[in-house]
Nanobody, 125 residues
Framework: QVQLVETGGKLVQTGGSLRLSCASS????????MAWFRQAPGKEREFVAA????????FYADSVKGRFTISRDVSRNTLYLQMDSLKPEDTAIYYC??????????????????WGQGTQVTVSS
């Protein structure tokens, strides 16, 4: 059973920074698409950022482009999300996800077959 464990979420002020981590408990996802999604209260889960497996390509939602950076450390089986210039509208539970059927990521949560439990990010105004 593969487990993904997110850490790093907490309360931060507007303009602050956080780095989220997502560690895999088993195996390597180096060739698979990995992504971050988020879900705010009362809203649907939305795509935030994704990283392709095996090649250096990343994709971002327009709302976070230029502020967030996704990366992965293959040796540590860990996915990261560096979040800078945080805004109150970034408040949500952040989930990491893996699509073990693709190397190029999609923007659709239904395409991802492994999920973490989520980590809460709260940005105060």
């Amino acid at each position: 059973q593969v487990q993904l464990v997110e850490t790093g979420g907490k309360l931060v002020q507007t303009g602050g920074s956080l780095r989220l981590s997502c560690a895999s408990s088993r195996g390597s996802f180096s060739n698979y698409a990995m992504a971050w999604f988020r879900q705010a209260p009362g809203k649907e889960r939305e795509f935030v950022a994704a990283n392709a497996g095996g090649v250096s390509r990343s994709f971002y939602a327009d709302s976070v482009k230029g502020r967030f950076t996704i990366s992965r450390d293959v040796s540590r089986n860990t996915l990261y999300l560096q979040m800078d210039s945080l805004k109150p509208e970034d408040t949500a539970i952040y989930y990491c996800a893996v699509d073990s059927r693709r190397s190029l990521p999609t923007f659709y949560s239904s395409d991802y077959n492994y999920w973490g439990q989520g980590t809460q990010v709260t940005v105060s105004s």
